[in-house]
């Protein structure tokens, strides 16, 4: 749920500076290279990039980003700001004091990993580091619908008179055929743009040109605060965002392209979670369109997703009980 990104945003801080090895004099060659990996911050998936070199004996921390969803943050070394790290035979600890964090794990030279813990303020989240040379980092397969469109699409502003501030989104319709039946898509956790832009992907231009070839007119939006729609992201609540979906629909009906009787509500995520509150306020939603939705309190969601990662990741069931206890 958004209301869990506090953490994921200290995650992000920057964490520049030089590892200096502590200790034991240990060949530090076996770390050095660029580190890929994602951690889950109550459900909430970002990918990490290390990127360690050696120099004068110590490893030096060089490089550091984190993506998620539309936004990726990198730092580099600067002098003046370090870091703590110390190597002891395959097994390495890092502390990130700007990520309020630490990171320890152990590497393995069979199958290139280093699998270990991420610790932000006490709590613990499953972290497994991959070995890569960049022309191996992973790249996005976009699947963008390209120009020209056999449609009518219009960059829109409405206002959400209840939070004050306004929404940006694009609307898209057929070229001809009266008022079109319309849905509004709402997006999951996390500030995201009117496309759903995530890792070089954008589901919901997909899914917006798609359903508008086959004569159904798509309103997207930014979430508010991010792109061209103004508000405060970090101080709202699935209530406020329910609010940005209602907005929406009031907009809708304002237009004269648009069927107000057959208006309705796509939700991704959260946005599975927000669709029901709207349509059960607002008499003009028509339907609804639930996908990934959650079917359980969040607490339980979370907990779930945590299991279910750590499992994946090749932790034990103990070692998994107690990951979730610390939360």
């Known amino acids: ?31 050095v ?19 360690l070199t050696e120099a004068e004996g110590s490893l030096q921390f060089t490089e550091y980003s984190v993506k ?21 035979g395959n097994t390495i600890s890092m502390t990130m004091p700007a990520a309020r964090g630490s ?23 499953p972290l497994i580091l991959e070995r890569v040379v960049e022309a191996e980092v992973p790249t996005c397969r976009p699947q963008d619908p390209e120009e020209p469109f056999p449609y009518l699409a ?23 055929g009266g008022r079109f039946p319309t849905v509004i898509l709402i997006s999951g956790s996390g500030p995201q743009d009117r496309d759903g832009a995530a890792l070089g992907h954008r589901p919901f231009l997909v899914l917006a040109d798609f359903l508008t070839r086959n004569g159904i007119a798509v309103l997207r939006y930014d979430d508010r605060g991010v792109g061209g729609s103004t508000g405060d992201f970090g101080a709202a609540t699935s209530r406020d965002f329910a609010s940005d979906a209602l907005a929406a629909v009031a907009y ?19 946005g599975g979670l927000i669709a029901p509150m709207v349509a059960v306020e607002s008499p003009d939603v028509s339907y609804i369109v639930l996908m990934a939705a959650p079917g359980v309190l969040g607490e339980r969601l979370a907990q779930a997703q945590t299991e279910l990662i750590s499992r994946a990741s090749g932790f034990s069931e103990e070692e998994i009980a107690e990951i979730v206890e610390q939360r």
């Open 1 to 31: 749920m958004r209301a869990l990104l506090v953490a994921t945003a200290l995650l992000a801080a920057p964490v520049p500076g030089v590892a200096g090895q502590e200790g034991g004099g240990v060949d530090p060659a076996g770390f």
């Open 33 to 51: 290279g660029t580190w890929w990996g994602n951690v889950n911050i109550d459900g909430v998936d970002q990918r990490i990039r290390l990127v």
């Open 68 to 88: 998620r969803g539309i936004v990726e943050e990198t730092y580099t070394y600067q002098r003046g700001n370090p870091f703590k790290s110390n190597v002891s």
């Open 103 to 125: 990171f320890s794990g152990t590497l393995s030279r069979v199958d290139e990993r280093i699998t270990g813990t991420f610790i932000q303020e006490g709590r613990s989240f």
């Open 154 to 176: 219009e960059d829109v502003t409405y206002p959400n008179p209840d939070g004050g501030h306004a929404m940006a989104g694009t609307f898209t319709r057929p070229v001809s």
């Open 252 to 270: 809708l009906k304002s237009r004269d392209d648009v069927d107000p009787g057959r208006i309705g509500l796509a939700g991704h995520s959260e």
